[in-house]
Nanobody
Framework: VQLQAFGGGLVQAGDSLRLSCIASGITSSRYDMGWFRQTPGKEREFVSA????????LYGDSVQGRFTISRGRGSNTVYLEMNNLKSVDTAVYYC???????????????????WGQGTEVTVSS
């Protein structure tokens, strides 16, 4: 299983950025996908999750209303549209797959079985 996340970069506060993640090698026919982020010395923080067909979405409190998660046509791709970025959004962003509790979106990192390598987002104020 491989998850490739990309799209991170250096932006200014108020800017927008779109992260993408492509999953491959997953044998399950359906799986949920999520985004987490982490800064040095802190635990991984839930950002957003989406069900296999995109019907259900979940957001962390700190990004609600600013970030939008979506799935690609083939469902093996997940996007995170990030608007009105703030300096507190600076982190390494990880995409993840949950193929055990499909349809029950989780904020818990332990629920996700596969992880990407992360893409770094830096927001300057």
């Amino acid at each position: 299983v491989q998850l490739q996340a990309f799209g991170g970069g250096l932006v200014q506060a108020g800017d927008s950025l779109r992260l993408s993640c492509i999953a491959s090698g997953i044998t399950s026919s359906r799986y949920d996908m999520g985004w987490f982020r982490q800064t040095p010395g802190k635990e991984r923080e839930f950002v957003s999750a989406i069900s296999h067909y995109g019907s259900y979405k979940l957001y962390g409190d700190s990004v609600q209303g600013r970030f939008t998660i979506s799935r690609g046509r083939g469902s093996n791709t997940v996007y995170l549209e990030m608007n009105n970025l703030k300096s507190v959004d600076t982190a390494v962003y990880y995409c993840a797959v949950d193929d055990r509790t499909v349809g029950i979106l989780s904020r818990d990192a332990a629920s996700y079985d596969y992880w990407g390598q992360g893409t770094e987002v830096t927001v300057s104020s």
